[in-house]
């Protein structure tokens, strides 16, 4: 008998909801302007959103156990996790003094602090220990608010989840810091078997020392609670009495937050909605503590404790703030998934096939209880979406659009979002940016079914929003039978340069005059796979969120002019777009040297330490870089080149071939026979002070 339950994967969905209803609730909240006496005074007794979001952008409460256990993909893939490990994946993943955390200062954020100790080559756990931090940045409360992962991947092993998330604690936090990290995780691997709060509290207990302040504060909260149940705001006034931040020095400790978090699972008897509520009501670190014991308590109810109150806003859509543009575009379900197949992978059982996933498409299947995979409607008074499991064309579920008493001519758009801009969030605090999931010369793929209760003919379009124009581009109407399934296909058009932000179907009631439309449609086996072919302009792009889209910039200064991207340097700067997953590939880039030594085209690139780059290296040189945690140059050419002069650059790169040609010239053809990147993003880099301006780009998928 195997160790994964066997609702495994619907137990790992509800966890990320409920961390995610968590963060979203407790988020508008969050210190320091935001009291305790001042969240009482203003909201009272919450118990819905105070806050509504046009998206919901993540904070360092999601950033993290989205990221950091990518140490399980890119390195620890065979082998027991270490914490220099997930010390890379920190160094890969985040934006220097952008995104993913606080970058509060050295000394001040225990995340920023840590960080640039790993840049110095201070490798974990060295680089969050208390004898080079000191004690009170290694216990504040980022040890535990990251690492909600590990809990989801070890389901019913608290032993290895505590293990895998103390070495990911130790990059930033000690002592405290790293036992909070083993409590929460633990916490949550044994809530895949019991939804006794008491028990799952002492599970986490059983991996901690017996005397350490985090396990005094829990067992004093418990004995609190066992004679005074029933309100929580007597304990949220003995927290404060004995435990407050005035004992606690730094900006965010963990020991009265873990108090919270405590507090709130045992008040909350159980109930995610009234847990989550009464961390955020209890104030200090709302987000943070709201979202951990929503990932505890939404996987020990599983769906069945999730209101649609809080589920409903999230439509399983949540964005992030990494180093790639293309990750930060975040699907619930998908995200489930992934966590899954490396829970099956830890316990080295077989995944099932549902869990066969393939990185190069999107997939949506809308198996998963109640998933929607982001899917949206432009009028949902006419058109609503909700999901389905009466009517599949495969699987456990699917989207289904209700359509009511829908006059002739009236229509609406059933969409997903691929591209994010500006306009689409009214807060993101950390940053976030993007790039398209979805590209011209992509096929396009979905399953449709007409359930048509009253009225006459419908039909669909589909089509795809070009985001610069804001225009539909749409193919022509097809009338949909009735109780009959359509296979729809397209091919991305060519958007002429312009990024797309929106993909779907058109649907419009063509009933006669007097009748009105009644019934609904179902969408299954949505797909987008194949090969892109596009290009970037750079007269069409804009600066959004710090940066040129659809680009990712991790330092330097880059802006817009004359139609051409201009980045610059002190010492080095990086830009990337593109699918992340893309393999073989055809780049044509228009390069400008304006100032410097070092102006690269790169590919294949996974991150800040992590790709290939080619281009001038050097006066009158030449060389094809690879990075991998410390550059090193695969080849070196004799070239001379010239400042302020026009060159197009180009690379073809096919498995582990690269050829790179100047103005049509191939100045260089190397095959890597180390172990290469087989996939990545591409841009541009500059290893050195320079200045350099940037023009067209032409993409390829081969």
């Known amino acids: 008998m195997g160790t994964i339950p066997n609702d ?15 963060v979203r ?22 118990t819905s959103y105070i806050k509504d979001y046009k998206n919901f952008a993540a904070d360092d409460d999601i950033n993290g156990p989205v990221f950091f256990i990518r140490a399980l993909i890119d390195y620890a893939k065979d082998r027991e996790l270490e914490p220099d490990d997930v010390g890379k994946t920190w160094l890969n993943y985040a934006r220097e003094n952008k995104g993913m955390f606080w970058w509060g200062g050295y000394g001040v954020s225990t995340e920023h602090t840590a960080y640039l100790n790993l840049k110095k080559g201070i490798k974990a756990p060295k680089s969050g220990s208390i004898d080079l931090n000191g004690i009170i940045l290694a216990e504040q409360i980022g040890g535990q608010i990251f690492i909600d992962s590990w809990g989801l991947v070890w389901p019913l092993n608290i032993e290895k989840a505590a293990e895998y998330a103390g070495k990911a604690a130790s990059v930033s936090h000690d002592k405290n810091g790293i ?54 705001r007597k304990c949220r006034d003995y927290l404060t009495e004995n435990w407050g931040y005035d004992r606690y020095p730094g900006v965010c400790h963990i020991i009265p937050n873990a108090g919270v ?81 490396l829970g099956y992978r830890l316990a080295k059982e077989e995944e099932p096939e549902c869990l066969h996933l393939n990185n190069e498409q999107i997939y949506f299947d809308f198996d998963l209880p109640g998933s929607t995979h982001g899917f949206r409607s432009s009028d949902e008074g006419l058109f609503t979406i909700s999901h389905t499991d009466e009517i599949t064309y495969s699987g456990k579920g699917a989207l289904q659009v209700l359509f009511n008493r829908v006059y002739r001519g009236k229509s609406a758009k059933i969409y997903y979002k691929p591209y994010y801009r500006r306009e689409d969030f009214d807060d993101e605090r950390y940053s976030p940016v993007f790039s398209p999931l979805v590209y011209p010369g992509q096929k396009v793929s979905m399953k449709v079914y007409l359930d048509k209760w009253n009225g006459d003919d419908i039909g669909i ?32 058009p060519d958007t002429k340069g312009h990024a797309i932000d929106e993909i779907g179907i058109i649907v419009e009631s063509f009933t006669r005059q007097k009748n009105k439309n009644l019934g609904r449609i179902i969408i299954d086996e949505f797909k987008v796979e194949g090969k892109a072919k596009y290009s970037i302009d750079f007269k069409n792009e804009s600066i959004e969120f710090g940066c040129v ?10 802006t817009l002019e004359d139609g051409m991207m201009h980045g610059m340097c002190v010492d ?54 690879k990075n991998d ?54 841009g541009f880099s500059k290893f050195s002070m320079g200045r350099t301006r940037y023009g067209k780009i032409f993409i390829e998928e081969l």
């Open 572 to 625: 080095s700067a990086e830009a990337y777009t593109g699918n992340y997953y893309s393999r073989d590939i055809h780049i044509v880039a228009n390069i400008n040297p304006q100032y410097g030594l070092s102006h690269n085209l790169a590919f294949r690139v996974k991150g800040a330490m992590m790709g290939y780059h080619v281009g001038f290296d050097g006066e009158n040189q030449v060389s094809l870089i």
């Open 549 to 558: 889209t659809p680009f990712s910039h991790n330092k330097g200064a880059w």
């Open 461 to 492: 379009a589909t089509y795809v929003r070009d985001t610069v124009t804001k225009e539909d581009i749409q193919s022509g109407y097809q009338m949909l039978e009735n109780v009959k399934w359509h296979d729809i296909e397209f091919t991305v």
């Open 179 to 232: 036992y909070g990290a083993r409590f929460i995780a633990a916490c949550i691997s044994k809530a895949f078997e019991t939804e006794d709060v008491m028990e799952i509290i002492n599970s986490g207990l059983g991996v901690i020392p017996h005397e350490c302040e985090y396990a005094r504060i829990i067992k004093s909260v418990i004995d609190f609670y066992n004679n005074n149940a029933g309100d929580f």
């Open 629 to 682: 945690h410390g550059l090193k140059r695969l080849a070196t050419i004799d070239y001379n080149w010239e400042l302020d002069k026009n060159y197009e650059f180009e690379v073809i790169a096919e498995k582990n071939k690269f050829v790179f040609k100047i103005n049509g010239e191939k100045i260089i053809e190397y095959i890597d026979e180390d172990t290469y990147f087989e996939y990545g993003m591409f």
């Open 8 to 22: 495994y994967l619907e137990k790992v969905y509800s966890g990320i909801l409920g961390k995610i209803i968590g």
């Open 25 to 46: 609730l407790g988020a508008p909240v969050e210190p320091t302007i935001w009291t305790y006496e001042k969240i009482k005074s203003t909201y009272g007794d919450i």
């Open 261 to 341: 978090c405590i507090l709130s699972l045992l008040y909350g008897e159980g109930d995610l909605s009234r847990t989550v509520e009464i961390a955020t009501m209890c104030g200090w670190d709302t987000d943070c503590n709201a979202g951990n014991v929503g990932t505890i308590v939404g996987v020990a109810q599983g769906l069945k404790g999730i209101k649609d109150i809080y589920r409903k806003p999230i439509n399983d859509a949540v964005v992030a703030s990494s180093i790639s543009g293309y990750l930060n575009i975040i699907d619930i379900p998908t995200f489930s998934k992934e966590l899954a197949v």
